[in-house]
């Protein structure tokens, strides 16, 4: 008999409550225990009688008696309160229990299906009181827009593209993701970057003045050419730009109709261009010529100018009719060596006039911000100053504005564009200017419903507030689009209607091209293919060790190495030499390649749109999840199958599409995906560690524990493998002598190593560095597969519930912007449950999460109005201790 | 709302041009331009009471923190014996012709680092405590590590130039996925605290450096930018304010602490304002402005060392850090000869040939600290010195030796002569004291006052 559970603590809570029979009895009539019934007292209670004897009989051998494995033990509770409080340890146990890693596997005696849900309901009630009716939402801490955000905001908002990419420092992530409240700190240099931001935006967005000359922009490819010139247009010409190469005498014609007679003014833009060729320099020269009407309005010459920039200006006097513009360009080095890397690439040319005032038109965009006549009296302008303001700050705060707000902003306006020589519109811009800085921008300032304005919806049982119908509109806005809410949400929120009409509303929003950013900064950070666009592969090494034993090329080598060694040392024969430079030349011929395949940009974009496309298909079409894991279809365009090597599928062209796998191919579902394989490899080599502890982490939610401090060293283990290379399998092997690195490693190597057969650039092999690559494994929850295909089935056969529980959990931290605590099991079962249900549907998914509690409720004091606000925060916090 | 089609603004429409121009006019090998113009604080150092960051004779004295990723191969780093005419080891041989100029520091541990009770971690606990020098907090969103030694320095002298600090990086791109171990990103990606749980962030793109020092535009248009901007930073600065503080009235907890980070950036953007106008228009380089991250790598670490640099030559600032790549990069640097990862080679298990590799790697981070301290050396300052002269240029790892994550005999070498008042020329072996030692002392050269109790010091480090 095993020492009991330290009693003394406790003896008169055992004899109140001492009846063991009647808490087994109540679990088994309703499965759980509500939390009223499960109070600490019962919680504890029901410990002593239930719970603890189960942990004797499985754990205390580690984790009891005075063991302690892993820092944890059953029996050092300080007081029933401890135990009760100890949120963090009975998270572990209940995900170790689920998952089944603990017990250990290999052990012979443990709990039964039974046993484990006794267990699990005690953690969820008991400890967790988790209240199915009454889920906690938890909190989040206000978030500011990170860099997409901002910039998806400022194009909904303005309608203008701010790069924050490049003007913006990186934010933190956590959780894996950059949009986590707590993360998005603001530090001083950000500010000021916004304040820079915020007056780029709207000198860019906002016209400050109400007419302008007429301006039409064409551009350089518009010029109708002649044959030379269609010749080099291909390559690398930017968009719409006219490209003319500096050896081939060109010209380009465009007619232009102007509309009346007058002063018109002529911009020529373009660059002067130089591809980079190795130690190669081009002196070449031409000349170019800008003709209108038959009258020469430039001509100059140009060499390599590095990718200057040139912009002309020519006015001209126009009567009304047809134009003739013509660029012409001659070489004027006809002998000169052609490295061909020289062109102008002409952007546009701008007509823009007339000149005289009673032909100015409203500038781009005016009506965006200015919808009518700005009023001359002092009044009327700062009534319609008042109008204008108004909306705007509602738009760019996302919620009513105060009066007192609007007031302020009309001042700011008024003051300004009272100056001298300021017009109307600048004034405006400078209010805007003044919103865009603002932390209500910034940030998402949340709400919840009062009361007196609650529709039929916000009156539940929950004890937890709804956040208003504002606040929904962000939180479904940034979590579908990664932007602001569009007129439709606004005017949905401000009618108190969107509650009622959420499951359109989902379905409208997913339809819109904006939930592209859905796809791409959800699937992007849950499985790391935004890192496709950066990781740096070494083509040319991991090719190389692609190839199957070669011992021809072994034998050369050997003596290669022999002969350089003899050079060095005391010299060779004329004979030795040549043989040397031949054998250095057979070696190492492919060296001077170009390696069969490469990483480029486009191949890049590919492969994350592949994994990009699957994610959109599956969600779009409302597949199964599972698809994830396992498909017999995949995307790719003709460069991607080209890539991979799939040649016979007959994809052509740019364009992504769905392709339906051969028979029995490896490909399909995430991990077989060039772009997860990739950024879970080593520059030079593929890593099984990283690619298992990938999908442990990603795909089924048991992320090993980190690596220990002190990595004991492996030498010892490896120089018994003396004289032949180990091969990564039996590395690996040594690894998981070591019991430190076996408890993780026993989970990571099977998985990782089942996917030996793509190497660091995702693509097919059967032998790594001459040997024949094995791919059989078993999971330590006892499944054997002989390769990747058949772990495939496996995962989606056997592990499809921790599959779902992970994606779930994902999703909410992408769409709370925190990350989870214990008392969001009870949101995450609701939701795997419903997804049990519905095998793996992703609109179940998508509106269980839309219709969480952390999603539509907050713990948090109701701030709405400053004036009315009467509660003390700490009071409202109250209800979330609840213990 | 209707959606046209987006304009395309601010860093998009540059295109690389500028780089390339840029790197020919300034060049990565080429000395800093003279600019015998750019000496505003001439007068105003001699102005400077006591030896706060001022020499002896007056001019400005500087501090600069560098940081390199992942420790070096320790056989390869450490010079054979200690003092003054060692012999340059084979990753510290780029340096060698700045023996006079530097020193090699042996001996000085971050045991604070070490994983103690937080278990695994060590890189984000040696970039985190490099020079903060506590120990931090193991959570992924609870951040608390401690005020870092160049904001100790900027709070106490910041007041004498534009900025009080400056914050680079070469380290550009961050990865999706948790950090290290359990432990917030900001750790690992920040050197700069200017409070326990406010890491300051770093500046990589060297256009946004040169813009925020200068001003944005070419030569000659950049004093009146500059102007422009804070005038109208200064007119939006009554609307914004009230819109924080009726928002602070609104808020509670977690989220006041952000609206104080905004009212903090708003404090320092009134200060930069008001110091705009006591030390009138900032000085205007010959140059184009940098534009944008150059995709080779020893370009864009020296372009950032050249922002840096000017930013001293133009006494701009006095203290300055530079994370050359955060701790557990995992970068190929083909630009090395090594195309494999930083991070994964450095957990060699003592294989030769990934010893090798990571002794080029270790090898060529020294080469770009030679090239950015020859530059100051080059260049002169007010009182004839070169600006190395005038500096405390410390550079170094969090870790020891990165195949076994140790932080004892960290890899150090401080250059420069402090305006006279360290000794350079030396490779020293101090025992096993802590590093905090030797940055409370870096600080007290700088006249810092308030360096007692600094991380886990338990002095100032005599022999420098």
Same mark, same amino acid.
């Given at each position: 008999?095993?020492?009991?559970?330290?009693?003394?603590?406790?003896?008169?809570?055992?004899?109140?409550?001492?009846?063991?029979?009647?808490?087994?009895?109540?679990?088994?009539?309703?499965?759980?225990?509500?939390?009223?019934?499960?109070?600490?007292?019962?919680?504890?209670?029901?410990?002593?009688?239930?719970?603890?004897?189960?942990?004797?009989?499985?754990?205390? !051998?580690?984790?009891?008696?005075?063991?302690?494995?892993?820092?944890?033990?059953?029996?050092?509770?300080?007081?029933?309160?401890?135990?009760?409080?100890?949120?963090?340890?009975?998270?572990?146990?209940?995900?170790?229990?689920?998952?089944?890693?603990?017990?250990?596997?290999?052990?012979?005696?443990?709990?039964?299906?039974?046993?484990?849900?006794?267990?699990?309901?005690?953690?969820?009630?008991?400890?967790?009181?988790? $209240?199915?009716?009454?889920?906690?939402?938890?909190?989040?801490?206000?978030?500011?827009?990170?860099?997409?955000?901002?910039?998806?905001?400022?194009?909904?908002?303005? &309608?203008?593209?701010?790069?924050?990419?490049?003007?913006?420092?990186?934010?933190?992530?956590?959780?894996?993701?950059?949009?986590?409240?707590?993360?998005?700190?603001?530090?001083?240099?950000?500010?000021?970057?916004?304040?820079?931001?915020?007056?780029?935006?709207?000198?860019?967005?906002?016209?400050?003045?109400?007419?302008?000359?007429?301006?039409?922009?064409?551009?350089?490819?518009?010029?109708?050419?002649?044959?030379?010139?269609?010749?080099?247009?291909?390559?690398?010409?930017?968009?719409?730009?006219?490209?003319?190469?500096?050896?081939?005498? /060109?010209?380009?014609?465009?007619?232009?109709?102007?509309?009346?007679?007058?002063?018109?003014?002529?911009?020529? !833009?373009?660059?002067?261009?130089?591809?980079?060729?190795?130690?190669?320099?081009?002196?070449?020269?031409?000349?170019?010529?800008?003709?209108?009407?038959?009258?020469?309005?430039?001509?100059?010459?140009?060499?390599?100018?590095?990718?200057?920039?040139?912009?002309?200006?020519?006015?001209?006097?126009?009567?009304?009719?047809?134009?003739?513009?013509?660029?012409?360009?001659?070489?004027?080095?006809? $002998?000169?060596?052609?490295?061909?890397?020289?062109?102008?690439?002409?952007?546009?040319?701008?007509?823009?006039?007339?000149?005289?005032?009673?032909?100015?038109?409203?500038?781009?965009?005016?009506?965006?911000?200015?919808?009518?006549?700005?009023?001359?009296?002092?009044?009327?302008?700062?009534?319609?100053?008042? =109008?204008?303001?108004?909306?705007?700050?509602?738009?760019?705060?996302?919620?009513?504005?105060?009066?007192?707000?609007?007031?302020?902003?009309?001042?700011?306006?008024?003051?300004?564009?009272?100056?001298?020589?300021?017009?109307?519109?600048?004034?405006?811009?400078?209010?805007?200017?003044?919103?865009?800085?603002?932390?209500?921008?910034?940030?998402?300032?949340?709400?919840?419903?009062?009361?007196?304005?609650?529709?039929?919806?916000?009156?539940?049982?929950?004890?937890?507030?709804?956040? !208003?119908?504002?606040?929904?509109?962000?939180?479904?806005?940034?979590?579908?689009?990664?932007?602001?809410?569009? =007129? =439709?949400?606004?005017?949905?929120?401000?009618?108190?209607?969107?509650?009622?009409?959420?499951?359109?509303?989902?379905?409208?929003?997913?339809?819109?091209?904006?939930?592209?950013?859905?796809?791409?900064?959800?699937?992007?950070?849950?499985?790391?293919?935004?890192?496709?666009?950066?990781?740096?592969?070494?083509?040319?090494?991991?090719?190389?060790?692609?190839?199957?034993?070669?011992?021809?090329?072994?034998?050369?080598?050997?003596?290669?190495?022999?002969?350089?060694?003899?050079? $060095?040392?005391?010299?060779?024969?004329?004979?030795?030499?040549?043989?040397?430079?031949?054998?250095?030349?057979?070696?190492?011929?492919?060296?001077?390649?170009?390696?069969?395949?490469?990483?480029?940009?486009?191949?890049?974009?590919?492969?994350?749109?592949?994994?990009?496309?699957?994610?959109?298909?599956?969600?779009?079409?409302?597949?199964?999840?599972?698809?994830?894991?396992?498909?017999?279809?995949?995307?790719?365009?003709?460069?991607?199958?080209?890539?991979?090597?799939?040649?016979?599928?007959?994809?052509?062209?740019?364009?992504?599409?769905?392709?339906?796998?051969?028979?029995?191919?490896?490909? &399909?579902?995430?991990?077989?995906?060039?772009?997860?394989?990739?950024?879970?490899?080593?520059?030079?080599?593929?890593?099984?560690?990283?690619?298992?502890?990938?999908?442990?982490?990603?795909?089924?939610?048991?992320?090993?524990?980190?690596?220990?401090?002190?990595?004991?060293?492996? =030498?010892?283990?490896?120089?018994?493998?003396?004289?032949?290379?180990?091969?990564?399998?039996?590395?690996?092997?040594?690894?998981? !002598?070591? /019991?430190?690195?076996?408890?993780?490693?026993?989970?990571?190597?099977?998985?990782?190593?089942?996917?030996?057969?793509?190497?660091?650039?995702?693509?097919?092999?059967?032998?790594?560095?001459?040997?024949?690559?094995?791919?059989?494994?078993?999971?330590?929850?006892?499944?054997?597969?002989?390769?990747?295909?058949?772990?495939?089935?496996?995962?989606?056969?056997?592990?499809?519930?921790?599959?779902?529980?992970?994606?779930?959990?994902?999703?909410?931290?992408?769409?709370?912007?925190?990350?989870?605590?214990?008392?969001?099991?009870?949101?995450?079962?609701?939701?795997?449950?419903?997804?049990?249900?519905?095998?793996?549907?992703?609109?179940?998914?998508?509106?269980?999460?839309?219709?969480?509690?952390?999603?539509?409720?907050?713990?948090?004091?109701?701030?709405?109005?400053?004036?009315?606000?009467?509660?003390?925060?700490?009071?409202?916090?109250?209800?979330?201790?609840?213990? | 709302?209707?959606?046209?089609?987006?304009?395309?603004?601010?860093?998009?429409?540059?295109?690389?041009?500028?780089?390339?121009?840029?790197?020919?006019?300034?060049?990565?090998?080429?000395?800093?331009?003279?600019?015998?113009?750019?000496?505003?604080?001439?007068?105003?150092?001699?102005?400077?009471?006591?030896?706060?960051?001022?020499?002896?004779?007056?001019?400005?004295?500087?501090?600069?923190?560098?940081?390199?990723?992942?420790?070096?191969?320790?056989?390869?780093?450490?010079?054979?014996?200690?003092?003054?005419?060692?012999?340059?080891?084979?990753?510290?041989?780029?340096?060698?012709?700045?023996?006079?100029?530097?020193?090699?520091?042996?001996?000085?541990?971050?045991?604070?680092?070490?994983?103690?009770?937080?278990?695994?971690?060590?890189?984000?606990?040696?970039?985190?405590?490099?020079?903060?020098?506590?120990?931090?907090?193991?959570?992924?969103?609870?951040?608390?590590?401690?005020?870092?030694?160049?904001?100790?320095?900027?709070?106490?002298?910041?007041?004498?130039?534009?900025?009080?600090?400056?914050?680079?990086?070469?380290?550009?791109?961050?990865?999706?996925?948790?950090?290290?171990?359990?432990?917030?990103?900001?750790?690992?990606?920040?050197?700069?605290?200017?409070?326990?749980?406010?890491?300051?962030?770093?500046?990589?793109?060297?256009?946004?450096?040169?813009?925020?020092?200068?001003?944005?535009?070419?030569?000659?248009?950049?004093?009146?930018?500059?102007?422009?901007?804070?005038?109208?930073?200064?007119?939006?600065?009554?609307?914004?304010?009230?819109?924080?503080?009726?928002?602070?009235?609104?808020?509670?907890?977690?989220?006041?602490?952000?609206?104080?980070?905004?009212?903090?950036?708003?404090?320092?953007?009134?200060?930069?304002?008001?110091?705009?106008?006591?030390?009138?228009?900032?000085?205007?380089?010959?140059?184009?402005?940098?534009?944008?991250?150059?995709?080779?790598?020893?370009?864009?670490?020296?372009?950032?060392?050249?922002?840096?640099?000017?930013?001293?030559?133009?006494?701009?600032?006095?203290?300055?850090?530079?994370?050359?790549?955060?701790?557990?990069?995992?970068?190929?640097?083909?630009?090395?000869?090594?195309?494999?990862?930083?991070?994964?080679?450095?957990?060699?298990?003592?294989?030769?040939?990934?010893?090798?590799?990571?002794?080029?790697?270790?090898?060529?981070?020294?080469?770009?600290?030679?090239?950015?301290?020859?530059?100051?050396?080059?260049?002169?300052?007010?009182?004839?010195?070169?600006?190395?002269?005038?500096?405390?240029?410390?550079?170094?790892?969090?870790?020891?030796?990165?195949?076994?994550?140790?932080?004892?005999?960290?890899?150090?070498?401080?250059?420069?002569?402090?305006?006279?008042?360290?000794?350079?020329?030396?490779?020293?072996?101090?025992?096993?004291?802590?590093?905090?030692?030797?940055?409370?002392?870096?600080?007290?050269?700088?006249?810092?006052?308030?360096?007692?109790?600094?991380?886990?010091?338990?002095?100032?480090?005599?022999?420098?």
């Amino acid at each position: 008999m095993r020492r009991r559970f330290e009693q003394r603590a406790f003896p008169k809570l055992l004899i109140a409550l001492g009846h063991p029979v009647l808490w087994a009895i109540g679990l088994l009539a309703c499965g759980c225990l509500t939390v009223s019934g499960a109070g600490m007292d019962g919680g504890a209670s029901q410990f002593h009688h239930q719970i603890q004897p189960m942990l004797e009989e499985y754990c205390f !051998d580690c984790h009891g008696d005075g063991e302690q494995k892993g820092n944890v033990a059953f029996d050092q509770f300080k007081s029933d309160q401890a135990l009760l409080e100890n949120h963090e340890l009975w998270l572990r146990v209940l995900k170790n229990l689920r998952a089944g890693l603990m017990p250990p596997p290999q052990r012979k005696s443990r709990p039964d299906a039974e046993q484990k849900e006794q267990i699990e309901a005690w953690i969820k009630n008991a400890v967790f009181k988790i $209240d199915p009716q009454n889920l906690d939402p938890g909190r989040v801490t206000v978030r500011r827009l990170n860099r997409v955000e901002y910039r998806n905001t400022i194009r909904d908002l303005m &309608g203008v593209e701010f790069d924050t990419q490049s003007e913006f420092p990186p934010d933190d992530a956590g959780f894996g993701f950059d949009d986590i409240g707590d993360l998005l700190t603001l530090p001083p240099m950000l500010l000021e970057k916004y304040f820079a931001a915020a007056n780029t935006i709207v000198t860019e967005a906002v016209p400050s003045v109400p007419a302008v000359p007429a301006e039409v922009v064409i551009e350089g490819r518009r010029f109708k050419e002649s044959a030379e010139v269609q010749k080099v247009n291909r390559n690398g010409a930017p968009a719409g730009a006219l490209v003319l190469s500096y050896y081939d005498a /060109a010209s380009a014609t465009n007619l232009f109709e102007a509309s009346h007679a007058g002063r018109y003014q002529l911009l020529l !833009d373009f660059t002067a261009n130089e591809r980079y060729v190795e130690n190669q320099f081009d002196q070449n020269k031409c000349r170019l010529r800008f003709i209108s009407d038959g009258k020469e309005l430039l001509r100059r010459d140009y060499t390599r100018e590095g990718g200057k920039a040139f912009r002309y200006e020519f006015d001209q006097d126009w009567r009304p009719g047809e134009h003739e513009l013509v660029l012409e360009v001659q070489p004027l080095t006809p $002998d000169e060596k052609q490295v061909r890397s020289l062109t102008l690439r002409v952007r546009s040319v701008t007509v823009r006039g007339p000149m005289e005032k009673q032909y100015w038109v409203p500038p781009r965009e005016y009506a965006r911000f200015f919808p009518r006549t700005t009023p001359e009296d002092q009044a009327g302008r700062r009534q319609y100053a008042h =109008e204008i303001l108004e909306r705007f700050a509602e738009r760019a705060y996302r919620r009513p504005v105060d009066q007192q707000t609007v007031d302020r902003l009309v001042g700011l306006a008024e003051a300004t564009y009272s100056e001298p020589g300021k017009t109307f519109e600048a004034g405006i811009g400078q209010a805007m200017t003044a919103v865009l800085t603002s932390p209500r921008f910034l940030f998402r300032e949340e709400g919840t419903e009062s009361k007196e304005t609650g529709s039929p919806v916000a009156v539940s049982s929950s004890r937890y507030q709804l956040v !208003d119908e504002y606040s929904l509109a962000s939180r479904l806005s940034y979590f579908l689009w990664s932007s602001m809410p569009d =007129e =439709e949400l606004f005017r949905l929120a401000g009618r108190h209607e969107l509650h009622q009409h959420l499951p359109e509303q989902i379905k409208r929003m997913l339809a819109d091209a904006k939930s592209e950013a859905f796809v791409r900064n959800f699937v992007g950070q849950w499985l790391q293919v935004r890192d496709i666009d950066t990781i740096q592969i070494d083509a040319r090494q991991v090719l190389s060790k692609d190839g199957s034993a070669d011992p021809e090329r072994e034998q050369r080598l050997k003596r290669y190495r022999t002969l350089r060694d003899k050079e $060095d040392a005391t010299g060779v024969s004329p004979e030795e030499k040549k043989e040397l430079d031949e054998l250095r030349n057979i070696l190492f011929r492919s060296f001077k390649r170009p390696p069969r395949v490469e990483l480029t940009g486009k191949i890049r974009k590919a492969l994350r749109l592949e994994t990009e496309k699957t994610f959109e298909y599956i969600v779009r079409e409302n597949r199964s999840l599972l698809e994830f894991l396992d498909s017999d279809y995949t995307f790719l365009n003709e460069r991607l199958a080209a890539y991979y090597g799939m040649t016979n599928l007959n994809v052509k062209g740019e364009a992504m599409r769905l392709v339906k796998l051969p028979e029995d191919d490896p490909r &399909g579902g995430v991990i077989t995906q060039g772009s997860v394989l990739i950024v879970t490899s080593n520059p030079t080599r593929t890593s099984p560690v990283k690619r298992g502890k990938f999908i442990l982490e990603n795909l089924l939610g048991t992320p090993p524990a980190p690596p220990p401090a002190n990595i004991p060293p492996l =030498e010892d283990a490896a120089k018994a493998a003396k004289g032949h290379t180990l091969t990564l399998r039996e590395t690996l092997a040594l690894h998981r !002598d070591h /019991a430190l690195c076996a408890s993780c490693h026993n989970r990571m190597d099977p998985l990782g190593l089942a996917l030996e057969n793509f190497n660091a650039l995702g693509l097919w092999r059967t032998h790594d560095q001459g040997q024949p690559i094995d791919a059989t494994g078993q999971l330590l929850s006892g499944e054997r597969f002989t390769d990747i295909r058949q772990l495939k089935k496996v995962l989606v056969q056997n592990h499809a519930v921790e599959f779902y529980r992970t994606l779930t959990e994902k999703m909410l931290i992408y769409a709370l912007g925190r990350g989870l605590e214990y008392y969001d099991v009870g949101t995450v079962d609701q939701i795997v449950d419903r997804l049990k249900e519905s095998n793996g549907s992703p609109s179940v998914l998508l509106s269980g999460i839309i219709n969480s509690a952390p999603f539509q409720r907050t713990r948090a004091t109701p701030p709405v109005d400053t004036a009315k606000q009467t509660e003390p925060a700490a009071q409202a916090a109250a209800p979330a201790g609840g213990l | 709302m209707s959606m046209p089609e987006p304009k395309q603004i601010a860093g998009q429409r540059r295109t690389a041009f500028n780089r390339r121009q840029f790197l020919r006019g300034l060049g990565v090998c080429i000395a800093l331009p003279m600019f015998e113009s750019l000496q505003p604080w001439k007068a105003f150092a001699a102005a400077t009471p006591g030896r706060l960051a001022n020499s002896a004779t007056g001019a400005p004295l500087r501090a600069a923190f560098l940081f390199f990723p992942n420790g070096a191969i320790p056989a390869a780093w450490w010079p054979k014996e200690p003092g003054t005419d060692f012999e340059f080891s084979p990753t510290l041989s780029p340096l060698a012709p700045l023996r006079d100029h530097l020193q090699v520091l042996g001996g000085l541990d971050h045991k604070q680092a070490n994983p103690g009770a937080d278990g695994a971690g060590d890189h984000a606990r040696g970039n985190g405590v490099f020079l903060t020098g506590v120990r931090l907090k193991k959570s992924a969103t609870d951040v608390h590590a401690g005020i870092s030694i160049d904001q100790v320095i900027a709070r106490e002298v910041g007041h004498l130039t534009r900025f009080s600090s400056l914050e680079l990086s070469s380290d550009a791109v961050r990865t999706s996925g948790a950090c290290d171990s359990g432990y917030a990103c900001a750790y690992q990606y920040n050197l700069s605290w200017s409070s326990p749980t406010t890491p300051v962030a770093a500046e990589s793109n060297p256009r946004l450096v040169f813009e925020r020092l200068f001003g944005a535009g070419g030569p000659g248009e950049r004093a009146a930018n500059m102007k422009r901007r804070q005038q109208e930073q200064r007119s939006v600065l009554d609307f914004v304010l009230a819109d924080a503080r009726g928002m602070n009235q609104r808020l509670n907890g977690r989220d006041r602490e952000k609206l104080d980070q905004y009212l903090t950036g708003i404090r320092d953007i009134e200060t930069s304002i008001t110091k705009a106008e006591r030390f009138g228009a900032p000085a205007d380089p010959k140059m184009e402005t940098p534009s944008g991250i150059p995709s080779d790598r020893v370009q864009y670490v020296q372009i950032m060392f050249d922002m840096l640099a000017l930013a001293f030559q133009t006494d701009s600032t006095r203290v300055a850090t530079m994370l050359l790549g955060h701790d557990g990069d995992d970068r190929s640097l083909p630009e090395a000869g090594v195309p494999d990862g930083h991070h994964s080679l450095s957990h060699h298990f003592n294989n030769e040939a990934k010893i090798e590799k990571l002794k080029k790697i270790d090898h060529w981070y020294a080469e770009q600290l030679a090239k950015f301290l020859q530059k100051l050396q080059d260049t002169r300052d007010v009182d004839g010195q070169s600006i190395l002269y005038n500096s405390m240029i410390l550079y170094g790892s969090g870790n020891a030796d990165g195949n076994r994550h140790t932080h004892s005999n960290l890899p150090l070498v401080l250059a420069g002569s402090g305006g006279g008042a360290l000794r350079p020329g030396r490779y020293l072996q101090h025992g096993s004291k802590p590093m905090s030692n030797l940055l409370a002392r870096v600080a007290s050269e700088m006249g810092a006052q308030n360096i007692h109790g600094f991380g886990d010091s338990t002095g100032v480090l005599e022999d420098v």
